[in-house]
């Protein structure tokens, strides 16, 4: 099966602008997971989707925001970007909830 | 922010020799899981120990749970230099929701 694939992987982007982030889950995944990853605050949840309903949600402000698709697909969108947004960003897929796939993640720099 | 914390926050060892870092939580530990990351890039999930474990194995790998102390400890046995990563522990929240701890680097010198 081919793993989890996540477009782009890097994202060069101004502050102010916006960006999309695409995760291409396992075939036969119909949960997908984000984690925003930095340097200080490590490895974060900022949501879940499954069958295109949002379950849980972490600690972000409204600027980040996604959805899921009915062939599993999802997208994760963060607006008016800051410098802070800056991180890797994980897309991860499961079939159950104890073990996770994680995709190769996106770089997103905002200058 | 996190709710795990791992120590050592960096080791350096030599080919064949082991290692051990460990998880301790603020909270309950629920399912932990150990991941291991290379180099700034996607995760791989290493072992799971269910709350009602005690120790399990995993090839070369060995985990241990203490749910009275809120840790777990991971053991890598004869490392090689391959094992360089990142490793990290994960408590399950429900809803595929991972809370992470701040992570082990391992370096293992040839």
């Known amino acids: 099966k081919a793993g989890v694939t996540q477009t782009p992987r890097y994202l060069i982007k101004t502050r102010g602008q916006q960006v999309t982030l695409s995760c291409s889950p396992i075939?036969?995944?119909?949960?997908v997971s984000w984690y925003q990853q930095t340097p200080g605050q490590g490895l974060q949840f900022l949501f879940e989707?499954?069958?295109?309903?949002?379950?849980n949600k972490g600690n972000f402000p409204g600027r980040f925001s996604g959805r899921q698709f009915s062939n599993s697909r999802s997208e994760m969108n963060v607006s008016t970007l800051e410098l802070g947004d800056s991180a890797l960003y994980l897309c991860?897929?499961?079939?159950?909830?104890?073990?996770?796939?994680f995709g190769p993640g996106t770089r997103l720099t905002v200058t | 922010s996190q709710q795990g914390e791992e120590d050592p926050q960096a080791l350096s060892i030599q080919e064949g020799e082991n290692a051990t870092m460990n998880c301790s939580n603020k909270?309950?530990?629920?399912?932990l899981q150990w991941y291991r990351q290379n180099s700034g890039r996607g995760l791989v999930h290493l072992i799971l120990i269910r709350s009602n474990e005690r120790e399990k194995h995993s090839g070369r790998l060995r985990v241990t749970l203490d749910t009275s102390k809120k840790s777990s400890s991971l053991l890598i046995t004869a490392s090689r230099a391959a094992d360089t990563a990142s490793y990290f522990c994960?408590?399950?929240?429900?809803?595929?929701?991972?809370?992470f701890g701040t992570g082990t680097r391992l370096l293992v010198s040839p």
């Open positions: 075939s036969g995944h119909r949960s």
């Open positions: 991860a897929s499961s079939v159950d909830r104890y073990e996770q796939y």
């Open positions: 909270t309950s530990i629920n399912n």
């Open positions: 994960a408590t399950d929240e429900g809803f595929q929701k991972l809370v």
């Open positions: 989707y499954f069958s295109e309903t949002q379950r």
